[in-house]
């Protein structure tokens, strides 16, 4: 079975550019999760997506960030304008029962 | 908000040692409880969960985690580890909320086995 597979693996841009992210999740699961991860921190969601309908954007800096997920299958998260702060590695992970997780290699995002 | 804490950020330990790494939520409901594992340039990866039954849970690679329901804990444990289990490893707790399950994870903690 295929995992979850994101690109690109590492991006680097200057503030205030725009950067774009993709995920496609494992076949057949219906739920779809952006995270942020900070250095020295755990991940934190920023949006989850129930097929193509969003569930959870509480925490998504919405003047910045914004995620699609056209079809309920892959997604793009879009970071415009990118602040320094942004440096981090975007996780996406998908479920099928929405309980179990299952987690991609993660966008590595370095801000200058 | 549901949080989880990791007490431990670092741990050294020797080979064949034996590990236990805390965890503590703070939300009162019902949760499914996970460990992750992330080895060094690998992406995350589930080491064990916890959704009803038996509270000690076994997972992959002699781990076993512990639900102590009334602590609020789900610590970590392997009597004897290895240089292989070198990797940072999450502790995250979902919550069912009403649009769906949230998994709020802890900051990590950072275990290195040395030879």
């Known amino acids: 079975e295929a995992g979850v597979a994101q690109s690109p693996r590492y991006k680097i841009i200057e503030k205030r550019q725009s950067v774009a992210f993709w995920c496609n999740p494992i076949?057949?699961?219906?739920?779809l999760y952006w995270y942020q991860q900070i250095l020295g921190q755990g991940p934190k969601l920023l949006i989850q997506?129930?097929?193509?309908?969003?569930?959870?954007d509480s925490q998504l800096p919405k003047d910045r960030f914004s995620a699609e997920r056209l079809k309920g299958v892959d997604s793009t998260l879009k970071i415009q304008p990118a602040k320094l702060e942004d440096s981090a590695v975007y996780l996406c992970?998908?479920?099928?029962?929405?309980?179990?997780?299952?987690f991609g290699p993660g966008t590595r995002l370095t801000v200058t | 908000a549901q949080s989880v804490s990791q007490h431990n950020h670092h741990v050294i330990l020797s080979e064949a040692a034996s590990l236990e790494l805390g965890c503590n939520y703070s939300?009162?409901?019902?949760?499914?409880l996970f460990w992750y594992v992330q080895y060094p340039g690998q992406h995350l990866q589930l080491l064990l969960k916890?959704?009803?039954?038996?509270?000690l849970v076994k997972g992959i690679k002699g781990f076993e985690a512990e639900f102590i329901k009334s602590k609020f804990s789900f610590n970590l444990r392997k009597p004897s580890v290895q240089w292989s289990d070198t990797a940072e490893y999450f502790c995250?707790?979902?919550?069912?909320?009403?649009?769906?399950?949230?998994?709020?994870f802890g900051t990590g903690t950072q275990l290195k086995v040395e030879l």
């Open positions: 992970a998908s479920s099928l029962d929405g309980q179990q997780q299952y």
């Open positions: 076949s057949g699961h219906a739920t």
């Open positions: 997506f129930q097929n193509n309908g969003v569930v959870d």
């Open positions: 939300y009162g409901g019902t949760v499914n």
């Open positions: 916890y959704f009803s039954g038996d509270p």
């Open positions: 995250a707790v979902n919550e069912a909320t009403g649009g769906g399950n949230k998994l709020t």
